[in-house]
């Protein structure tokens, strides 16, 4: 009887011995949150859907406000959402997103003014469906700008003012935007902006801006507006990024020279996909559409641990460089909340199963973003 009273005494000390370190693993896992580690580097920000914004996912409201200090919007303030008719705009969900930035006292950026994408399709064209003309389409971009951006005056921190107005090779993407106005829509975009809020920080945000052409195109479209003495406070470098390109030097010296221009940076819409790409064009054009097949989709079960383990170290390498240069980065933003909500699940292949952000579909911080966090809350 007393062997029996030591053995079940002995096992449990031992489970007891388990969960304190259990516990000890899980607290040191939790030590720091992400706006604790980056604090006095730069802000870190994630992007809100509707259902968020709208109460319907709590846990990812939990984690939103334990780790981010900053929030944009993702679609709800895109121009077939909030204004889909010349004479109608739907104020609820941009309302909701705002007010949930206010009362949790953080960065608001308006994603995205003027872009060729997700517009609404009335903007371009007349009764007749013909394209309407110059004067035209800048009267419309003026008054859904200044519509916009008036009403949150004040409240809304920053705001990509142009997405993604420039190609690949450096030129300028052939968008209505450029066709009908030609190159100074942005120029005009921004100033119709700096009109309704003198205070607003204003931005330029793209993707694909660690390739050398689209970089140079970018830095001299920039230098162009600040030559002319339009507002421009920072450039957006988007962050969808692949998990073995591009090179995080190549990043880096966009960084490098972007940041000569003596404006702030951030890295915009950060997401890693582990999936294979089925395109030889790295790119985060949203136009891009495959078919679902087992071939792309193939870790619709599980993520390999030998996967895991680089897009880990990548995300580390990507982190260690954005300290390095924190010092012009103002602001780093993941796009989306955890992996269940990413975008990337299903573009450009529809269906897929991706695990691109640092928080899982259980809303669990994923192992080894603690080292990360570390590395930056330690950091001089």
Sequence with gaps: MNNIKKIITGTSLLAI????I???????????????????KFLVGVALNTRQISGQEPKAIDLVKKHFNSVVAENC????????????????DADAFVEFGEANDMHIVGHTLVWHSQTAPWIFVDENG??????????????????????????VDG???????????GSWRDSKWYKIIGPEFVELAFKFAHEADPEAELYYNDYGVSGRAKCDGIYNMVSDLMEKGIKIDGIGLQGHVNIDAPEVSEMEESVEKLSSLGLDLMITELDMTVLPWPSEEVTADISLDYELSKEYDPYSESLPDSVFR??????TAYFEMFLRHHENISRVTFWGVHDGVSWRNDWPIEGRTDYPLLFDRNYQMKEGVDEILKMAAEMD
Excluded at 17 to 20: E, K, M, Q, S
Excluded at 159 to 168: F, L, P
Excluded at 310 to 315: G, I, L
Aim: negative net charge; glycine residues 4%.
């Design 17 to 20: 011995l388990l969960l304190l």
């Design 22 to 40: 259990s516990c000890s693993h899980s607290q040191k896992k939790e030590s720091y949150t992400f706006k604790e580690a980056f604090e006095g």
């Design 77 to 92: 303030m895109k121009m077939e959402r909030i204004h889909p008719e010349e004479d109608a705009y739907y104020w609820d």
């Design 130 to 155: 013909d394209d309407v003309s110059r004067e035209v389409l800048i009267e419309r971009m003026k008054s859904h700008i200044q519509t916009i951006v008036t009403r949150y005056k004040g409240r």
């Design 159 to 169: 705001w990509d003012v142009v997405n993604e107005a420039i190609e690949g090779d």
């Design 310 to 315: 680089e897009m880990m170290d990548r995300y």
